[in-house]
């Protein structure tokens, strides 16, 4: 018998400071409705930062509850962004969920 059992990806959190819709305004997909999931802190402070707010604000949600709400918005782009998204461990078994759903 295992001593500890490994979370299953569906159960694994991350600290997610807000999640929605928009007009993605960066990069190659400028102008395309875009689903965003900007997740909490950052170690960084860059002086052009515009989510200072995210750097500490956000709310415990278990990979299945952000893909849920994701999927609410029936958009096939969906960016992660924060703050600083690769300071959460459980942001690449986000990242393989999303890509396996078609995202």
Not at 6 to 18: A, G, P, Q, Y
Not at 27 to 54: H, I, K, M, Q
Request: one cysteine or more; charged letters at 25%; hydrophobic letters at 35%.
């Amino acid at each position: 018998m295992q001593r500890f059992q490994e979370k299953s990806d569906r159960e694994k959190t991350l600290t997610i400071n807000e999640i929605y819709h928009s007009i993605q305004g960066e990069s190659t997909w400028v102008g395309r409705p875009c689903v965003f999931v900007r997740l909490t802190f950052c170690d960084l402070r860059c002086n052009y930062c515009d989510t200072e707010y995210a750097f500490y604000e956000g709310k415990k949600q278990t990979l299945k509850e952000i893909v849920d709400a994701v999927a609410g918005f029936y958009c096939p782009l969906v960016e992660i962004t924060g703050g600083e998204p690769l300071l959460q461990k459980d942001v690449l078994p986000l990242m393989l969920m999303l890509c396996d759903l078609g995202y």
